[in-house]
């Protein structure tokens, strides 16, 4: 199985606040994706990564950045968090050329 | 544009029904479609593909391209199937995936 861990698990902070969450693959995996899971909307894709430093947009990018300097880690980082950004955060490499992926255990966040 | 919808939020059967969870999309090509169950507060995790035609824990999903669906089934529900079950299908570029919005499976005893 693929190893992909996020960090931390589960984070409560305040409006305003910036936050970083972290995922770290111990595969060489080139695709890397951020997903937040709200109920109701299912799960909507916010940035991913197609390699060192090559990062793209998703459906729900706004209020989110993304950063990648090593093929291991993928950070998304939320400048000044908002209540409306409270929501389950996945993490998911691509394991397969027919578009398969493997998932993180999640990162919930509450912001106050 | 493409697009993954899955119409029901929640299906509630009793043990030993049959299910059918339905997904629908639109996709110009032919479609890799997906399914994924998530059980209580865990990850998700890949229950099928299309591409594999294989069935795992007794669900199945057929392809019909005329109706553009991809439903997934169980003759007979059991308790353990009880979770959150997403379609998903990948992006003409980028490698991504969209998700439906998700189907709550409840069996009941």
């Known amino acids: 199985d693929a190893g992909i861990t996020q960090s931390p698990r589960h984070k409560v902070t305040e409006t305003g606040t910036p936050v970083t969450l972290r995922c770290h693959q111990t595969?060489?995996?080139?695709?890397m994706y951020w997903y937040r899971q709200d109920p109701g909307h299912g799960l909507r894709l916010i940035h991913y990564s197609y390699g060192v430093k090559d990062t793209d947009k998703g459906e729900v990018s706004d209020g989110y950045s993304v950063s990648r300097s090593k093929t291991e880690d993928f950070l998304l980082t939320l400048e000044s968090a908002t209540s409306s950004q409270t929501s389950v955060y996945f993490c998911?490499?691509?394991?397969?050329?027919?578009?398969?992926?493997?998932f993180g255990e999640g990162s919930r966040l509450t912001v106050l | 544009a493409q697009r993954v919808t899955q119409p029901e939020k929640l299906l509630s059967v009793f043990k030993g029904a049959p299910v059918e969870l339905k997904c629908n999309y639109s996709?110009?090509?032919?479609?890799?479609l997906f399914w994924y169950v998530q059980y209580s507060r865990q990850r998700l995790q890949l229950l099928l593909r299309?591409?594999s035609r294989e069935s795992i824990k007794g669900f199945t999903a057929d392809l019909n391209k005329g109706e553009t669906s991809f439903h997934l089934k169980k003759p007979f529900a059991q308790e353990e199937d009880s979770a959150m079950y997403y379609c998903?299908?990948?992006?003409?570029?980028?490698?991504?995936?969209?998700f439906g919005q998700g189907t709550e499976l409840s069996v009941k005893p």
């Open positions: 595969e060489n995996h080139r695709y």
């Open positions: 299309h591409i």
């Open positions: 996709y110009s090509g032919s479609p890799e």
């Open positions: 998903a299908l990948p992006y003409n570029q980028g490698g991504k995936l969209i």
């Open positions: 998911a490499i691509r394991v397969t050329s027919a578009g398969e992926l493997f």
